[in-house]
């Protein structure tokens, strides 16, 4: 097990077999967020911060896009479970405390979009040594600043004004889908020989 | 790897050396992590110190809550570090946020400290700072913390220390670049949203304090020391001669040997603080200078100190 993917083969390149698996979990993550995003483009925009919503659709769009294009695929018949379990995921869940259901919805899809964008450091996995001109390589760095800029709209909601009377109800959803998608991401780091990313959950010694 | 529990949250610390006797407890700054330490902690353990490191929350292998981190947190953990180390005289020491949390502990919990060291360290805002500080959340933000790095490396080092590195500048960013998380970055440099100026409480410091401040601290420069010095009761200035805000990291060995020395002035009685302003040497093992009497200290251009 290794902090990074590979090892690189002969030209310098992820193994296909890892790039099929990491670029599997991304689109399955990004794109669930730009699937709810596109229903949340059907309302009118009122408050400033909604108008990056319909930047982050395509943004999300994009990140899709470019993973199916930039990624060397091989079969991977263990992705049908996999996928259907990642699917799964990201399905809405309730948030504790809340009554107001359309809040709730609201504040569930940004935790998941907060933690995808924050939690997922695919460009961390990409050992000192890996081609910086490879398609894969260039995409998952790609991906990773974009997330820095894309997580803002839900920092923004989920630490806005309106949130403040609900802070513990948004702090516990989001910790939850934190917890969540690092468990989700290291579980397949690991299935392809990646020491996970979240290693402060690390069970270590404790006082 | 050892943790203390926080609440929900873990901070990740280290001990070394001896299990009694003097030892030094050191606070990162925003964007470190517990390992630039090392050198230190083997440096102190050599001359019979104690040394515990950690990582804030927010950073490196301790926890990193998702959206907030407030500053009283912070103290906290490194008040669950300190009572674990039992009734051994404690030298706190921190730079830059860290001497921030630092300060705020020391002003709190005098009582469990033997001496602090607060390095290019401020207890206000000034409006430079202030707008420096949102202007390093907005490079964060925009480029990420590659980008953050490429703005503090030249601000905070010198000339002498970059130049080398020149060809080497992303093996130098990338263990930080790997341990630190945008949105833990982010929610570290909001703790100051709604930061109240410590100034007219740092008179509650009453332990023995050296305020370490670089010749050429740009981001936190001479007057921000100033403060410190004017408002803690048994403090001196000193004044790391070409050193710019990240002296620990460049200056490694003299800061180290500074440490040592004012502790161990502490422990045998012989420090005096007396707000007095020093001149540290260029190398380890040098002598301390006093700042010539009848030159103002916060000038860049020689000039008279001016009558009080």
């Given amino acids: ?207 | 790897m050892p943790y203390l529990a926080h609440g929900s949250y873990r901070i990740r610390y280290e001990l070394e050396g001896a299990d009694d006797g003097p030892i030094y407890v050191l606070v990162n700054g925003l964007t470190q992590y517990a390992e630039l330490w090392a050198g230190y902690r083997s440096a102190l353990v050599a001359r019979g110190f104690g040394v515990a490191t950690f990582d804030l929350l927010g950073q490196g292998a301790s926890d990193k809550p998702s959206l907030f981190i407030s500053q009283d947190d912070q103290v906290a953990a490194l008040g669950l570090l300190i009572d674990q180390l039992g009734r051994r005289p404690v030298f706190l020491g921190g730079i830059s946020f860290g001497g921030l949390i630092a300060l705020r502990y020391a002003i709190a919990h005098s009582d469990r400290l033997a001496g602090l060291v607060a390095m290019s360290s401020f207890a206000e805002l000034s409006p430079q700072l202030l707008l420096l500080g949102n202007a390093l959340r907005t490079g964060l933000i925009l480029g990420g913390t590659s980008y953050l790095q490429d703005l503090l490396l030249p601000m905070n080092l010198s000339d002498a220390w970059l130049g080398p590195q020149l060809g080497n500048l992303e093996a130098v960013k990338r263990q930080g670049w790997l341990t630190n998380d945008v949105y833990a970055l982010q929610n570290l440099m909001e703790s100051f949203l709604d930061f109240k100026p410590l100034t007219g409480q740092l008179g509650a410091i009453t332990v023995p304090t050296m305020i370490l401040n670089g010749e050429f601290d740009f981001l936190t420069p001479r007057s921000l020391h100033e403060s410190l010095r004017i408002h803690i009761p048994d403090s001196a200035l000193v004044i790391i001669p070409r050193a710019y805000h990240a002296f620990t990291l460049e200056k490694a060995e003299l800061t180290t040997d500074l440490l040592a020395r004012f502790a161990d002035g502490v422990l045998a009685g012989k420090w005096k603080g007396g707000k007095s302003v020093w001149i540290a040497p260029e190398e380890a093992g040098g002598p301390l200078v006093p700042f010539p009497s009848d030159q103002d200290h916060l000038r860049a251009i020689p000039r008279a100190t001016e009558p009080a």
């Fill in chain 1, 1 to 207: 097990m290794t902090a990074f993917l590979g090892p690189l083969d002969s030209t310098g390149s992820i193994p296909p077999q890892q790039q099929t698996r990491v670029a599997a979990f991304l689109v399955s993550a990004h794109g669930a967020l730009a699937r709810q995003l596109a229903f949340t483009l059907l309302q009118p925009i009122k408050a400033g911060w909604q108008t990056e919503l319909n930047a982050q659709f395509y943004r999300e769009s994009e990140i899709v896009s470019l993973l199916l294009r930039a990624t060397s695929w091989v079969v991977d018949p263990e992705l049908l479970m996999l996928a259907a379990s990642w699917e799964a995921a990201w399905l809405p869940r309730p948030v504790r405390g809340l009554s107001d259901r359309f809040l709730a919805s609201a504040i569930d899809t940004a935790a998941l979009g907060h933690a995808v964008h924050g939690a997922i450091r695919p460009a961390a996995l990409l050992p000192d040594k890996a081609l910086a001109e490879d398609p894969f390589v260039m995409a998952l760095r790609r991906i990773e600043f974009e997330s820095g800029r894309i997580i803002q709209a839900q920092i923004l909601f989920l630490k806005g004004q309106d949130l403040l009377p609900y802070r513990d109800a948004v702090n516990a959803a989001v910790d939850e889908r934190h917890r969540q998608v690092r468990d989700l991401w290291d579980t397949m780091l690991k299935s392809i020989g990646v020491e996970g990313q979240a290693k402060a959950n690390d069970p270590g010694s404790r006082l």
